[in-house]
């Protein structure tokens, strides 16, 4: 009979579920994208519904079921924390408490009443799932592993090795001390959602300049010249308050935290740039440290903090790795298939299959899919207006709408896990178009002007747009456009700071091309994307442009769209003038009027 292991993660932001079958991933997929509740943290049932029905078995057949991470310890650490800080901690200690003692607490308990599962129930420890979904599903025998986020039970960073199908992890840097609370007090600082507004400030960096980082590396952050560092509490509040930080932070840099929606200073620019500089300053040397310490040349990664995709790019370009596996959810969601996968390898000693130099990702199309019956079924039913072409006719009918600079929705086979959309639920333009980035940011994606959009493009193209011959399948890592494919900038260009050089041409590329000539690139092959792979060629065809946007469908405050109805809601409440589901052609102006409810979007943050 087939080993069946189920894991899950929940309870913190971004619960899932992912199944194996014999070590093999079958199937992976987050809460959010079934419940539409963007970042849901409740326990993941409709997810874990989604695995079982896409392996065709029941509960009773799951022989292991396994937590992502140890409730207990990670209880004990909060104790702890709340008895160190009494008694200022009192009101976060009574808010967090009736959810450990309902939920977290009995997590057995709680997993046998939620899946009615009699079976064996397991526990990873937290960066130890980091771990194996980093190691195991990646192309290498031997690598070593650096896991990097919030915080787990007590961990914040760890390093150690992976070979064949064991995992040992090394060292750690326990909490409070953590980069990715201290990104995430900046987070918050700068007025974006903390666990979900990182990757703005990463967005925002290019357009500040480094004023802050002498008073960062003064008042904030000790670090070591192996990467290791300490963070001056007094100027933190995550440990016992409600908040990240506290007036004392606010006081440090002469300003308070800027509130939601408020309007973006240059202030603001510089304070992102700055952290961020710090950042890429202790990812660069806990690497060099790692490296000397393993003698390993691969590198793999997970973890929240490895979805700085700036710090990723620098890290290949620079060493010392020779290559850099990310897992693509590295957050928590990745932490139920990591779960999972320490079970099958770790617990069970079972035989780790690896085929290099491909990965065992599966491109991380892991989620649900849907027939063209489905589909025209969806669209009968609804009355909605429709075309069905054959492929032929398909691909041909969209490379031209996007080279015509209209905006289309792509909907097509198994959906993305993790956080990027990988050309199954994108929406997509032409890069070579100067007002699409505006375009696409406020009138279909309803969200700051500031934020830069990925190119995505065939990797035989990669070395003749961009500054490196690697392979980028999961939208992780960031690469500068080539010199000769940059715009040249006149004196007064060079001068102009700000949200002001969003005004500036940069490059052959300018829907894609970031304020600093940078852009977060997606790789795609035939093998691992045949449909998207096949847009793309069709595309470059007729155009001699092997890049096109690509941005996950959907609107800012929901989550990637899963199924064919939230793809066609999310068409009409946009401004995008196609959507292709399938062999389905959606004409926007061919749609009842009626359904259409675009969104007031009359103010934006620097618009």
């Known amino acids: 009979m087939p080993i069946y292991i189920l894991g899950i993660s929940a309870f913190y932001h971004d619960s899932a579920a992912a199944l194996l079958r014999d070590g093999e991933i079958i199937a992976a997929a987050q809460e959010e994208r079934f419940t539409r509740k963007k970042h849901d943290h409740n326990f993941p049932n409709h997810a874990v519904e989604y695995c079982l029905k896409s392996a065709g078995i029941t509960i009773a057949e799951v022989t292991h079921v396994v937590f992502y991470d140890k409730p207990f310890i990670k209880f004990e650490r909060l104790l702890q924390t709340y008895i160190t800080t009494a008694p200022f901690g009192i009101r976060s200690f009574l808010k967090a408490m009736p959810l450990w003692l309902k939920q977290k607490l009995f997590m057995r308990e709680t997993i046998e009443k939620e899946l009615n599962y009699k079976g064996t129930i397991l526990f990873s420890d937290h960066h130890e799932s980091h771990a194996a979904s980093a190691f195991y599903p990646s192309p290498f025998e031997r690598a070593a592993i650096l896991t990097l986020d919030g915080v787990g039970e007590w961990s914040t960073l760890t390093y150690g090795i992976g070979n064949g199908n064991k995992i040992e992890l090394h060292k750690e840097i ?9 990104y995430s007090a900046f987070t918050y600082y700068t007025g974006f959602r903390v666990n979900s507004g990182e990757y703005k400030l990463m967005g ?13 590396l003064k008042n904030l952050i ?3 010249d192996d990467g290791s560092f300490k963070l001056n509490m007094k100027y933190f509040d995550y440990c016992a308050g409600l908040k990240m930080i506290n007036q004392r932070f606010c006081a440090l840099f002469g300003r308070q935290a800027r509130r939601p929606e408020a309007k973006i200073e240059q202030f603001h620019m ?21 490296h000397e310490q393993t003698q390993e040349e691969n590198l793999c990664m997970a973890g929240g903090v490895a979805l700085n995709c700036v710090a990723n790019g620098k890290l290949l370009k620079t060493g010392p790795f020779k290559r850099i596996w990310i897992q693509p959810a590295a957050s928590d969601a990745g932490g139920a298939l990591g779960a999972a996968l320490a079970i099958w390898n770790n617990y069970l000693d079972k035989p780790r299959t690896i085929n290099s130099p491909y990965d065992m990702q599966k491109a991380s199309l892991l989620g649900p899919e849907f027939t063209n019956d489905e589909i025209e079924r969806f669209l009968k039913e609804n009355d909605i207006a429709y075309e069905k072409l054959n492929d032929d006719a398909l691909f041909n009918k969209a490379a031209d709408i996007i080279a015509e600079e209209k ?9 993305e896990f993790g956080p990027r959309a990988l050309g199954s639920r994108s929406i997509i333009g032409d890069a070579r178009s100067e007002k699409m980035q505006t375009t696409m940011n406020v009138k279909i994606k309803f969200r700051e002007s500031f934020r830069p959009f990925a190119p995505t493009m065939l990797r035989e193209h990669i070395k003749d747009y961009f500054d490196v011959d690697a392979d980028s399948p999961y939208m992780l890592l960031v690469f ?12 007064e260009q060079k001068k102009l700071i700000g949200i002001e050089k969003l005004k500036i041409k940069r490059s052959d590329l300018p829907a894609i091309t970031h304020v600093d000539f940078s852009a977060r690139v997606q790789t795609v092959t035939e093998r691992d994307n045949p449909r998207y792979y096949r847009l793309i060629k069709t595309f470059y065809k007729k155009t001699g442009c092997p890049v096109i946007i690509n941005t996950s469908f959907n609107v800012r405050g929901e989550p990637i769209v899963c199924s064919p109805e939230d793809a066609f809601k999310c068409f009409l409440r946009t401004n995008m003038d196609y959507l292709i589901m399938g062999n389905f052609v959606l004409d926007r102006t061919k749609q009842k009027q009626d359904l259409i409810q675009v969104e007031d979007v009359s103010e934006f943050p620097l618009d």
Do not use: C
């Not at 905006?407 to 959906?415: D, E, S, Y």
């Open 174 to 182: 326990r909490f409070p001390h953590s980069l990715g609370l201290l």
């Open 407 to 415: 905006v289309l929705g792509w909907f097509q086979g198994r959906m």
């Open 270 to 290: 510089d304070i992102a740039r700055s952290i961020q500089i710090v950042t890429e300053d202790v990812i660069m040397k806990i690497a060099r440290y790692v």
């Open 204 to 216: 925002l960096a290019p357009y500040g300049e480094p004023k802050y980082v002498d008073i960062i």
């Open 222 to 224: 000790d670090i070591k």
């Open 480 to 491: 500068d456009v080539k010199e000769n494919k940059r715009a040249t900038l006149t004196d």
